[in-house]
């Protein structure tokens, strides 16, 4: 957010315009954040600043902003906006209020609600707030990632399995998603002419109470451009800071990788992409009820068709070359011993396989996660499976105290966060040296981590605040100590490799400290290093071929260690350290090593 200069220097011209010109001389910025508002009213001469924030460890960075740049004409203010009252503004009311407390939905931070109160008890009749006014607007997209990921899906399942014609989708947390135009891979494309859908305006009351209750409800006409398939809705917003400063969080020109956009466009989707032709007109209408922006639409198939799964489960079916893989591996095992296999434990993300085998009569009885019990339960309803054939196990602790005897347990020692599971580490020796029965086997047999360094400009941007415009204060500095040192998902973002991949350590199935030093050679491009790349290899078996987890379907998101490290231009090297202690490892590149 510090970084979108775009953003920082509107609000800048906004403000100095305001002060410098129509001689405003009281500001209240509210939401102050590092304080970065209020600097700008500084800079522009205004007698008096209070700035207020709610977030403790956010004033203690503009406490420490405010001392060490001795900007003794702003009050900083510990509390939410809505606590305030005019005695707490030296007992008059704001020429002028600032703020920026708007989230991808616009409304999500509460600005309605904050303002309503602002306008109401801190502002002068005659006062007025920046930004001036928001107007959304819609749009059609058509999102090739999703389909990709649900094509891989159908063939994952509907070759074994009978889905009831049901479609799958990854449940959303709240009412929509966002679009992430920095996100590589995914492509969008605009299929409909854009519509205004409304417009709130924050020197207006009335406007805002109207928003703030339900009563902005806007029926949206969408005509496609062309025809093609329709994913979902955008909605985005340019935000009117003044008659001239105008930020908007979308362009429908070619989708640019803006990096330091600071709001990504919310992105409504569709349970199933749709089917449209040229010239023809969608309807969606678009509300805001106490502060959550929402779309409604007729276009999604009825709802029992339709099954919201975990976003971690949506990504894990949809790699269907794991799941392929696995499979495979397991099934050479089944007709190396040539006899039914009884016991079956299928500890994964989704027991797809157990399920798989259980149809077919390949086994007996299946155990699987008891947290995947609603969706099996389900699935074995359809093909029409022997209930009692599955057994659902809610700790692998308890298990082991059963002394059942397994012929195949799939284990999962990598969540899909690219982070160590506790719970199958922890367990996966004890399951292999008491429960195997003499011809079993447990999968997957070896994992490698594997790793590159690479250098990336936009993984330094949302990591740190790297931004020229700031330099005269001291807000990087201070934000900065609180920057990530940790693990990062990282996508198809623009990056330079700095070195090959090499594999730098084993992942160790169990809970021991354990640590060791790897040398890493540096190609011919000198960069600073910005983080250490890592991904899976997984073997199923110990003369499988190993499946990666760098793949861009992987159930497994692609991260990485945040560096800051400067090369010397002579380094042909550097000594990367991997740890893995209490079920979490981590690598950094040790500075004094040449
Ligand atoms: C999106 S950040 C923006 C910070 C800063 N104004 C900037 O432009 O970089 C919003 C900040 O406002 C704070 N905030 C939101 N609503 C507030 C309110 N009504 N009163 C005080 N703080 C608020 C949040 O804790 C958060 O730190």
């Given at each position: 957010?510090?970084?979108?200069?775009?953003?920082?220097?509107?609000?800048?011209?906004?403000?100095?315009?305001?002060?410098?010109?129509?001689?405003?001389?009281?500001?209240?910025?509210?939401?102050?954040?590092?304080?970065?508002l209020?600097?700008?009213?500084?800079?522009?001469?205004?007698?008096?600043?209070?700035?207020?924030?709610?977030?403790?460890?956010?004033?203690?960075?503009?406490c420490?902003?405010?001392?060490?740049?001795?900007?003794?004409?702003?009050?900083?203010?510990?509390?939410?906006?809505?606590?305030l009252?005019?005695?707490?503004?030296?007992?008059?009311?704001?020429?002028?209020?600032?703020?920026?407390?708007?989230?991808?939905?616009?409304?999500?931070?509460?600005?309605?609600?904050?303002?309503?109160?602002?306008?109401?008890?801190?502002?002068?009749?005659?006062?007025?707030?920046?930004p001036?006014?928001?107007?959304?607007?819609?749009?059609?997209?058509?999102?090739?990632?999703?389909?990709?990921?649900?094509?891989?899906?159908?063939?994952?399942?509907?070759?074994?399995?009978?889905?009831?014609?049901?479609?799958?989708?990854?449940?959303?947390?709240?009412?929509?998603?966002?679009?992430?135009?920095a996100?590589?891979?995914?492509?969008?494309?605009?299929?409909?002419?854009?519509?205004?859908?409304?417009?709130?305006?924050?020197?207006d009351?009335?406007?805002?109470?109207?928003?703030?209750?339900?009563?902005?409800?806007?029926?949206?006409?969408?005509?496609?451009?062309?025809?093609?398939?329709?994913?979902?809705?955008?909605?985005?917003?340019?935000?009117?800071?003044?008659?001239?400063?105008?930020?908007?969080?979308?362009?429908?020109?070619?989708?640019?990788s803006?990096?330091?956009?600071?709001?990504?466009?919310?992105l409504?989707?569709?349970?199933?992409?749709?089917?449209?032709?040229?010239?023809?007109?969608?309807?969606?209408?678009?509300?805001?009820?106490?502060?959550?922006?929402?779309?409604?639409?007729?276009?999604?198939?009825?709802?029992?068709?339709?099954?919201?799964?975990?976003?971690?489960?949506?990504?894990?079916?949809?790699?269907?070359?794991?799941?392929?893989?696995?499979?495979?591996?397991v099934?050479?095992?089944?007709?190396?011993?040539?006899?039914?296999?009884?016991?079956?434990?299928?500890?994964?993300?989704?027991?797809?396989?157990?399920?798989?085998?259980?149809?077919?009569?390949?086994?007996e009885?299946?155990?699987?996660p008891?947290?995947?019990?609603?969706?099996?339960?389900?699935?074995?309803?359809?093909?029409?499976?022997?209930?009692?054939?599955?057994?659902?196990?809610?700790?692998?602790?308890?298990?082991?105290?059963?002394?059942?005897?397994?012929?195949?347990?799939?284990?999962?020692?990598?969540?899909?966060?690219?982070?160590?599971?506790?719970?199958?580490?922890?367990?996966?020796?004890?399951?292999?040296?008491?429960?195997?029965?003499?011809?079993?086997?447990?999968?997957?047999?070896?994992?490698?981590?594997?790793?590159k360094?690479?250098?990336?400009?936009?993984?330094?941007q949302?990591?740190?605040?790297?931004n020229?415009?700031?330099?005269?204060?001291?807000?990087?500095?201070?934000?900065?100590?609180?920057?990530?040192r940790?693990?990062?998902?990282?996508?198809?973002?623009?990056?330079?490799?700095?070195?090959?991949?090499?594999?730098?350590?084993?992942?160790h199935?169990?809970?021991?400290?354990?640590?060791?030093?790897?040398?890493?050679?540096?190609?011919?491009?000198?960069?600073?290093?910005?983080?250490?790349?890592?991904?899976?290899?997984?073997?199923?078996?110990?003369?499988?071929?190993p499946?990666?987890?760098?793949?861009?379907?992987?159930?497994?998101?692609?991260?990485c260690?945040?560096?800051?490290?400067?090369?010397?231009?002579?380094?042909?090297?550097?000594?990367?350290?991997?740890?893995?202690?209490?079920?979490v490892?981590?690598?950094?590149?040790?500075?004094?090593?040449?």
């Amino acid at each position: 957010m510090l970084n979108d200069t775009k953003r920082n220097e509107a609000f800048r011209q906004a403000i100095l315009h305001a002060v410098r010109e129509e001689g405003v001389e009281r500001v209240l910025d509210i939401g102050t954040g590092t304080g970065i508002l209020a600097l700008y009213a500084h800079e522009a001469g205004a007698k008096k600043i209070y700035a207020c924030e709610s977030n403790e460890i956010m004033s203690q960075i503009a406490c420490n902003v405010f001392e060490n740049d001795k900007l003794g004409n702003i009050v900083l203010l510990k509390d939410h906006s809505t606590n305030l009252s005019v005695k707490d503004l030296g007992d008059a009311q704001v020429d002028l209020i600032v703020t920026e407390i708007f989230d991808s939905g616009v409304f999500g931070e509460g600005v309605l609600s904050t303002l309503i109160h602002a306008k109401k008890i801190l502002l002068k009749e005659s006062g007025r707030v920046i930004p001036n006014k928001v107007e959304l607007f819609v749009v059609g997209v058509d999102h090739v990632g999703i389909a990709e990921k649900q094509e891989s899906i159908n063939s994952t399942l509907e070759n074994s399995i009978y889905l009831k014609n049901t479609t799958l989708i990854p449940k959303v947390d709240g009412p929509y998603d966002t679009y992430s135009s920095a996100g590589g891979g995914d492509h969008l494309i605009i299929r409909t002419e854009r519509a205004h859908a409304f417009t709130v305006n924050f020197n207006d009351l009335q406007s805002m109470q109207e928003a703030d209750e339900g009563q902005l409800d806007a029926t949206v006409q969408l005509r496609c451009s062309e025809g093609g398939h329709i994913e979902g809705f955008i909605v985005f917003f340019a935000l009117h800071l003044d008659d001239k400063n105008v930020i908007a969080n979308f362009d429908e020109t070619p989708m640019t990788s803006e990096i330091t956009k600071c709001w990504d466009p919310v992105l409504f989707r569709l349970n199933e992409p749709m089917e449209v032709r040229k010239y023809q007109v969608l309807k969606a209408t678009v509300s805001c009820r106490g502060g959550v922006l929402n779309l409604k639409h007729e276009y999604d198939p009825i709802d029992e068709r339709v099954v919201a799964v975990d976003p971690e489960l949506y990504a894990f079916l949809a790699d269907d070359e794991y799941l392929y893989e696995l499979e495979y591996n397991v099934i050479k095992l089944l007709k190396k011993n040539k006899k039914k296999f009884v016991n079956f434990a299928d500890f994964l993300t989704f027991p797809h396989i157990g399920i798989n085998l259980l149809k077919e009569g390949e086994i007996e009885t299946l155990y699987c996660p008891e947290k995947t019990r609603d969706f099996v339960e389900k699935i074995s309803d359809w093909n029409c499976i022997t209930k009692g054939a599955i057994k659902f196990v809610q700790d692998l602790e308890d298990f082991l105290e059963n002394d059942i005897k397994l012929d195949i347990i799939l284990m999962q020692p990598i969540t899909g966060h690219g982070t160590l599971n506790e719970e199958h580490l922890k367990h996966y020796e004890t399951l292999k040296t008491n429960c195997l029965s003499t011809s079993g086997a447990i999968f997957p047999n070896k994992i490698d981590l594997c790793a590159k360094l690479i250098h990336s400009s936009w993984l330094q941007q949302v990591t740190s605040v790297q931004n020229e415009n700031l330099q005269d204060c001291s807000i990087p500095t201070q934000m900065n100590e609180y920057s990530t040192r940790h693990q990062f998902e990282f996508k198809d973002f623009d990056s330079s490799d700095l070195s090959d991949i090499t594999t730098i350590a084993k992942i160790h199935f169990d809970e021991n400290f354990h640590q060791k030093d790897v040398i890493i050679n540096l190609n011919m491009v000198r960069n600073q290093i910005n983080g250490i790349l890592y991904y899976f290899k997984i073997f199923f078996t110990s003369n499988s071929i190993p499946v990666l987890t760098n793949r861009k379907k992987s159930f497994c998101t692609q991260n990485c260690f945040v560096q800051n490290f400067d090369v010397a231009k002579d380094r042909t090297s550097v000594v990367v350290r991997c740890i893995q202690d209490e079920f979490v490892f981590r690598c950094e590149i040790l500075e004094n090593t040449s």
